[in-house]
């Protein structure tokens, strides 16, 4: 099972990324995939998860109508639209396999498989 984060990089602050998260060694259809982040020197935060289905998507409250999650199952891979982008979004993002999706800032939980992270910086 691999799970392998991609899209990361400098970005202008108010510009744009998409990050994704290519899974491999299983079927994605049965699984809920998480987005995670860590800021140099903070504790890593839960940003957004996406059902199996799809059909329910979670958000941090301070990426809420920033960032967009989806899935392409018959592509095994899951995507993070970033819009707006703020100097506070600066981490390392990580995707990650959980249990299930919360609708909390926790945003999930029982993560058994961690991709490696991507890069993400904005800044002028």
């Known amino acids: 099972v691999q799970l392998q984060a991609s899209g990361g990089g400098l970005v202008l602050p108010g510009g744009s990324l998409r990050l994704s998260c290519a899974a491999s060694g299983f079927t994605l259809d049965y699984y809920h995939i998480a987005w995670f982040r860590q800021a140099p020197g903070k504790e890593r935060e839960g940003v957004s998860c996406?059902?199996?289905?799809?059909?329910?998507?979670y958000y941090a409250h301070s990426v809420k109508g920033r960032f967009t999650m989806s899935r392409d199952n018959a592509k095994n891979t899951v995507y993070l639209q970033m819009n707006s982008l703020k100097p506070d979004d600066t981490a390392v993002y990580y995707c990650?396999?959980?249990?299930?999706?919360?609708?909390?800032?926790?945003?999930?939980?029982?993560?058994?498989?961690w991709g490696k992270g991507t890069l993400v910086t904005v800044s002028s």
């Open positions: 996406i059902s199996s289905s799809g059909g329910t998507t």
């Open positions: 990650a396999r959980p249990r299930a999706c919360l609708s909390t800032n926790t945003i999930a939980y029982g993560m058994d498989y």
